[in-house]
């Protein structure tokens, strides 16, 4: 027999209280900012009133902002959710006050209104939250699950709910533990499920066959139990899993390289040309006397140029302006700067602190040889002692280097190849993030960065 799920109640009541808020900002705001004689149900008052109900339902139906697990139930995405939704509804109601002269309220009123439910439903989920984690910790809203296939997999994801008593799963015990399941193990969780309230079952795909989990399945629609299935990619997770979908059957794609899009490749590129284009453009007269107190302040070449590791470990030579006494930049054996090395001459110092250094990357870029942003640049001689201490680092390989990164904006320059580990730790998050818009973000930062002089 089927069980009637509680979430039903909890979409309801969250339909509901979201609904009460909106309504009671309105109101509220109306109240305050009405004249003496004004009523509320007045003509275009009433219209408006329906008007952003109306939408709000519709926005509802489409958006389904409720539908969130417990996996990612927490006060962050809660709000999120919350504000994007208001934000749209804002937009289409701007859009109706526009089109109609703003006779149905003023820009105030609307404004006041939207910021009044947004501190109201921040309230709500706030504490909604922090009363929920509470219940579930006191053995209320729970989910039961059992794991099925016991093996070194199995214990994993019951010592994570363990972890997280807030999130109120409870571990109910493993059935199968050996790879034999014969009729009186489907008897017997056939049982389980009756008498424990079972939510959950956990297969672990090691140790059950295709025509066990088959089974499995077929016994939980019955009882609308759900079905989660434990496969081990921890092995080779660090060099990147996507699902790629080959009709009906879900192909787990395994590759150390994240940029498989060839249109976002070819979008990346494109801005990569532009940029780096218009800052050579506009920028030219005063590089030039950047390149001019380069070569007054220090003898030597304007520019220093140093092997490094590109796309896929292809070397290339990256330009800058020199930043250092020409007898050290002239030196066969790379020593990395260090805080407060006597190489580094006054305006080289200067030059560091704002990122004006760097700027001669912008040909690397033309080039191909780097990217506008992406992980920086290492030095051969030491990938090697990197790659020993973080292996994962080869996944950065994939990777055109670039001109700023993660990496540069939030740790700065490395000194050692340790330090190199713990600037990579936020290069990888490019490969998480990767996008125009945190391209831009990132290139903004750098920006700040170098207007404030808080390079390292």
Same mark, same amino acid.
Request: charged share 20%; net charge negative.
């Given at each position: 027999m089927k069980r009637k799920r509680r979430s039903s109640y909890f979409l309801l009541s969250s339909i509901l209280a979201d609904t009460l808020i909106i309504n009671v900002a309105f109101v509220i705001t109306f109240y305050l900012q009405k004249e003496s004689e004004?009523?509320?149900?007045?003509?275009?008052?009433?219209?408006?009133?329906?008007?952003?109900?109306?939408?709000?339902? &519709?926005? @509802?139906?489409?958006?389904?902002?409720?539908?969130?697990?417990?996996?990612?139930?927490?006060? %962050?995405?809660? +709000?999120? !959710?919350?504000?994007? &939704? +208001? @934000?749209?509804?804002?937009?289409?109601?701007?859009i109706i006050w526009v089109i109609s002269n703003g006779i149905f309220s003023t820009k105030i009123s609307l404004t006041l209104t939207y910021l009044l439910a947004a501190v109201l439903g921040s309230l709500l989920r706030i504490v909604g939250v922090i009363f929920l984690r509470y219940l579930r910790r006191k053995g209320f809203n729970v989910r039961n699950y059992v794991v099925v296939g016991y093996g070194e997999l199995s214990p994993l994801i019951v010592n994570y709910?363990?972890?997280?008593?807030?999130?109120?799963?409870?571990?109910?015990?493993? &059935?199968? /533990?050996?790879?034999?399941? /014969?009729? /009186?193990?489907?008897?017997?969780?056939?049982?389980?499920?009756?008498?424990? /309230?079972?939510?959950?079952?956990?297969?672990?795909?090691?140790? @059950?066959?295709?025509?066990?989990?088959?089974?499995?399945? !077929?016994?939980?629609?019955?009882?609308?139990?759900?079905?989660?299935?434990?496969?081990?990619?921890?092995?080779?997770?660090?060099?990147?899993? %996507?699902?790629?979908?080959?009709?009906? @059957?879900? =192909? =787990?794609?395994?590759?150390?390289?994240p940029y498989t899009d060839q249109q976002a490749l070819l979008v990346k590129r494109a801005f990569d040309l532009i940029f780096s284009s218009s800052i050579m453009i506009l920028g030219a007269p005063l590089f030039l006397i950047f390149a001019i107190v380069t070569k007054l302040t220090s003898p030597g070449p304007v520019f220093y140029k140093s092997e490094r590791v590109g796309l896929w470990g292809k070397k290339f030579m990256m330009y800058k302006f020199r930043s250092m006494t020409n007898e050290a930049s002239l030196s066969k054996k790379i020593v990395l700067t260090e805080g407060n090395d006597m190489r580094v001459t006054k305006w080289g110092k200067i030059m560091r602190k704002t990122r004006i250094d760097e700027i001669p990357q912008f040909l690397n870029v033309l080039k191909g040889e780097m990217s506008i942003v992406g992980p920086r640049p290492g030095i051969p001689s030491y990938n090697d002692a990197v790659l020993k201490l973080a292996p994962e680092f080869q996944r950065l390989l994939a990777i055109k280097p670039g001109v700023t990164s993660f990496g540069q904006i939030n740790y700065g320059y490395a000194e050692t190849p340790e330090e190199m580990v713990k600037r990579m730790r936020y290069d990888l998050l490019h490969l998480n993030n990767n996008s125009l818009k945190t391209d831009i973000w990132l290139v903004i930062l750098t920006a700040k960065i170098m207007v404030q002089g808080k390079g390292q």
């Open positions: 004004e009523v509320f149900f007045s003509n275009n008052q009433t219209i408006l009133f329906w008007l952003f109900n109306a939408i709000w339902f &519709l926005l @509802l139906l489409i958006r389904k902002p409720y539908r969130e697990p417990r996996i990612s139930f927490n006060i %962050s995405k809660l +709000l999120y !959710n919350f504000y994007l &939704l +208001l @934000l749209i509804h804002a937009s289409l109601i701007a709910y363990n972890q997280h008593p807030e999130m109120g799963y409870v571990f109910k015990g493993y &059935l199968g /533990d050996s790879n034999y399941f /014969d009729e /009186d193990f489907f008897i017997n969780l056939e049982k389980n499920i009756s008498e424990d /309230d079972l939510h959950y079952i956990y297969c672990c795909m090691p140790y @059950l066959e295709n025509k066990t989990l088959e089974k499995i399945t !077929n016994l939980c629609k019955h009882y609308n139990v759900s079905i989660k299935v434990l496969m081990d990619y921890r092995s080779f997770a660090k060099n990147g899993l %996507s699902v790629e979908y080959h009709g009906p @059957l879900p =192909i =787990i794609n395994v590759s150390s390289n």
